[in-house]
């Protein structure tokens, strides 16, 4: 049949009919669609001692909103990015260890930690070039999932799943995954884009927010604040419970007993999609052609007829969707959110984009009005971290292909800590039950001359 796109048009209609699951169906079956109640809770599918992630209460069946929760082994996010601040150094690295090993290090604990991130960087001998530079791929994130799994080439014991090897594991993916996705998208841009091939060397002495800036940057050019705010990103992003769809993915694949680069890969994939880590990208999207479509950035009546279109499906891509607005958990508020906001206020002053800001934050406040207005949904409505994160990464002049790299970079840690978790706790392989309707169809063989 080769490539012929009208059979396969032809095949794709006669499938249709077959792939059809009457909506009815779910309710008899009471089928948990999207493993979430009819509330729009999770189902409780297993217990995690490494973050929490806490938006409602319920008592007596009713759910109600409380302002968002994110803590990490315990420890309130705000509380954790609050003191790096006040302490002045950077605390991903920490909160790797934190995530990893279940408390907060020692002072020596973390310079052994740091260094031993620093000292792994480094690719295997011929890596960048035997996987990177000769075999470029488009996407980025598709690039940093084939590379893990190739990484599993260079291990000596890539399947063995005791505690110490998937330790080991976990912190050379926590130290190679800024070069996987730096090199990655300089190998993009040399060949499908025709630019210059630039390749920085990490630097052993500072953190990975400044490495990642560093590498990016052709002249290697950052402000201390810069790598502050990146290093408050990759805080924010490092861990989001179990539930979430790339860590879920990640404790899926290790409980049928895979081993480590498998599982960070099938998590890298789950978060490529743009219901997922891609929603940072659309949210960027999404703004531009809001500021190509709205004349007065100052004017709420003129935002907020435009985003009555979005909703109603005729304006930017025609989802319905105001990205960046919503969170399955958080209800009132994202913590995570009020967080980047003010370092994005900050930047954005810092960078002459006030306008802009405020574009942002009128979007904010205006999108919940709308939905209730346009579609009659009166539940709470936030701004989830992926409102402000591609705005951030903007003004740091991150290229827009790295925006979910960069979530996968700091998710990392919380996939490994997920990981080890479900190898050492959950004990059984994750099987959910689907109803099969094929019964009902009640076929009766023919042979091939007779169809």
């Given at each position: 049949?080769?490539?012929?796109?009208?059979?396969?048009?032809?095949?794709?209609?006669?499938?249709?009919?077959?792939?059809?699951?009457?909506?009815?169906?779910?309710n008899?079956?009471?089928?948990?669609?999207?493993?979430?109640?009819?509330?729009?809770?999770?189902?409780?599918?297993?217990?995690?001692?490494?973050?929490?992630?806490?938006?409602y209460?319920?008592?007596?069946?009713?759910?109600?909103?409380?302002?968002?929760?994110?803590?990490?082994?315990?420890?309130d996010?705000?509380?954790?990015?609050?003191?790096?601040?006040i302490?002045?150094?950077?605390?991903?690295?920490?909160?790797c260890?934190?995530?990893?090993?279940?408390?907060l290090?020692?002072?020596?604990?973390?310079?052994?930690?740091?260094?031993?991130?620093a000292?792994?960087?480094?690719?295997?001998e011929y890596?960048?070039?035997?996987?990177?530079?000769?075999?470029?791929?488009?996407?980025?994130?598709?690039?940093?999932?084939?590379?893990?799994?190739?990484?599993?080439?260079?291990?000596?014991?890539?399947?063995?799943?005791?505690?110490?090897?998937?330790?080991?594991?976990?912190?050379?993916?926590?130290?190679?995954?800024?070069?996987?996705?730096?090199?990655?998208?300089?190998?993009?841009?040399?060949?499908?884009?025709?630019?210059?091939?630039?390749?920085?060397q990490?630097?052993?002495?500072?953190?990975?927010?400044?490495?990642?800036?560093?590498?990016?940057?052709?002249?290697k050019?950052?402000?201390?604040?810069?790598?502050?705010?990146?290093?408050?990103?990759?805080m924010?992003?490092?861990?989001?419970?179990?539930g979430?769809?790339?860590?879920?993915?990640?404790?899926?694949?290790?409980?049928?007993?895979?081993?480590?680069?498998?599982?960070?890969?099938?998590?890298?994939s789950?978060?490529?999609?743009?219901?997922?880590?891609?929603?940072?990208?659309?949210?960027?999207?999404?703004?531009?052609?809001?500021?190509?479509?709205?004349?007065?950035?100052?004017?709420?009546?003129?935002?907020?007829?435009?985003?009555?279109?979005?909703?109603?499906k005729?304006?930017?891509?025609?989802?319905?969707?105001?990205?960046?607005?919503?969170?399955?958990?958080?209800?009132?508020?994202?913590p995570?959110?009020?967080?980047?906001?003010?370092?994005?206020?900050?930047l954005?002053?810092?960078?002459?984009?006030?306008?802009?800001?405020?574009?942002?934050?009128?979007?904010?406040?205006?999108?919940?009005?709308?939905?209730?207005?346009?579609?009659g949904?009166?539940?709470d409505?936030c701004?989830?971290?992926?409102?402000?994160?591609?705005?951030?990464?903007?003004?740091?002049?991150?290229?827009?292909?790295?925006?979910?790299?960069m979530?996968?970079?700091?998710?990392?840690?919380?996939?490994?800590?997920?990981?080890?978790?479900?190898?050492?706790?959950?004990g059984?392989?994750?099987?959910?039950?689907?109803?099969s309707?094929?019964?009902?169809?009640?076929?009766?063989?023919?042979?091939l001359d007779?169809?």
């Amino acid at each position: 049949m080769e490539n012929n796109p009208k059979r396969i048009s032809e095949m794709t209609q006669k499938a249709l009919s077959s792939y059809y699951v009457d909506p009815e169906e779910y309710n008899k079956y009471n089928v948990k669609r999207g493993l979430r109640n009819r509330d729009g809770s999770g189902v409780l599918a297993g217990f995690t001692n490494i973050s929490e992630v806490h938006g409602y209460v319920v008592s007596e069946d009713e759910k109600t909103a409380i302002p968002g929760e994110l803590t990490y082994r315990g420890y309130d996010i705000n509380d954790l990015v609050a003191n790096y601040g006040i302490e002045q150094r950077y605390g991903f690295e920490e909160i790797c260890y934190l995530l990893l090993v279940g408390k907060l290090p020692t002072r020596e604990e973390l310079e052994e930690f740091c260094e031993y991130i620093a000292v792994n960087m480094e690719l295997p001998e011929y890596f960048t070039e035997d996987m990177i530079l000769k075999a470029p791929s488009r996407d980025i994130m598709n690039k940093m999932a084939r590379s893990v799994l190739t990484l599993y080439s260079y291990d000596d014991t890539p399947d063995e799943c005791t505690i110490e090897n998937m330790m080991r594991q976990s912190l050379q993916l926590i130290a190679h995954m800024p070069l996987l996705a730096v090199y990655a998208f300089s190998a993009k841009k040399h060949h499908f884009e025709k630019k210059s091939l630039i390749l920085h060397q990490p630097k052993s002495h500072l953190s990975i927010a400044e490495n990642l800036l560093r590498m990016l940057n052709p002249r290697k050019e950052f402000t201390s604040f810069d790598a502050e705010v990146l290093d408050t990103t990759l805080m924010l992003h490092a861990d989001h419970g179990g539930g979430n769809n790339s860590a879920f993915t990640c404790r899926v694949l290790s409980s049928s007993g895979t081993d480590t680069y498998s599982a960070i890969a099938g998590a890298i994939s789950s978060l490529k999609g743009p219901k997922h880590g891609g929603a940072n990208a659309q949210v960027i999207r999404m703004m531009d052609n809001i500021q190509k479509n709205v004349k007065d950035w100052a004017n709420d009546t003129e935002i907020y007829n435009y985003l009555t279109k979005i909703v109603k499906k005729k304006a930017n891509d025609r989802s319905g969707l105001i990205y960046g607005m919503g969170h399955a958990v958080y209800t009132l508020s994202d913590p995570r959110t009020g967080i980047l906001k003010e370092k994005a206020e900050k930047l954005s002053k810092q960078k002459g984009l006030e306008e802009e800001f405020d574009l942002y934050t009128r979007i904010e406040r205006l999108a919940p009005q709308v939905f209730a207005d346009v579609k009659g949904n009166t539940k709470d409505l936030c701004a989830n971290v992926d409102f402000y994160s591609g705005f951030v990464y903007k003004t740091l002049n991150i290229p827009a292909e790295m925006y979910t790299p960069m979530f996968a970079i700091a998710r990392t840690a919380g996939w490994c800590a997920h990981r080890i978790e479900e190898v050492l706790c959950g004990g059984r392989i994750i099987r959910p039950a689907y109803k099969s309707l094929c019964k009902k169809l009640n076929r009766v063989y023919k042979p091939l001359d007779e169809r």
